[in-house]
């Protein structure tokens, strides 16, 4: 189960920070989420790394992916489900 879980509207917020530090991955249970969200779900993920692996996997499904530092060891990384994967 995913530790920081929400979802505002279209946007679905998760963040993992604690369980990466804590030595799990959480990738798949992200990407079975993503694959069954509405077309238009907009993704905040939260990381304690910039997660280029994710975002990489997320444009392999053709989606646009944005990764911003918002503090150090805090980043956010930004992605919205254009269509059905």
């Given at each position: 189960?995913?530790?920081?879980f929400?979802?505002?509207?279209?946007r679905?917020?998760?963040d993992?920070?604690?369980?990466?530090l804590k030595?799990e991955?959480?990738?798949?249970?992200?990407?079975?989420?993503v694959?069954?969200a509405?077309?238009?779900?907009?993704?905040?993920?939260h990381?304690?790394h910039?997660?280029e692996?994710l975002?990489?996997t997320?444009?392999?499904?053709?989606?646009?992916?944005?990764?911003?530092e918002?503090?150090?060891?805090?980043?956010?990384?930004?992605?919205i489900?254009?269509?059905?994967?």
């Open positions: 189960m995913m530790s920081s929400q979802i505002e509207g279209q679905a917020v998760i993992i920070r604690e369980r990466v030595g991955h959480p990738r798949r249970e992200i990407l079975n989420f694959k069954t509405p077309v238009g779900t907009i993704f905040e993920i990381l304690p910039s997660g692996p975002a990489a997320f444009q392999s499904l053709g989606m646009n992916a944005i990764v911003n918002v503090e150090p060891a805090h980043f956010r990384l930004m992605a489900k254009m269509n059905e994967i």
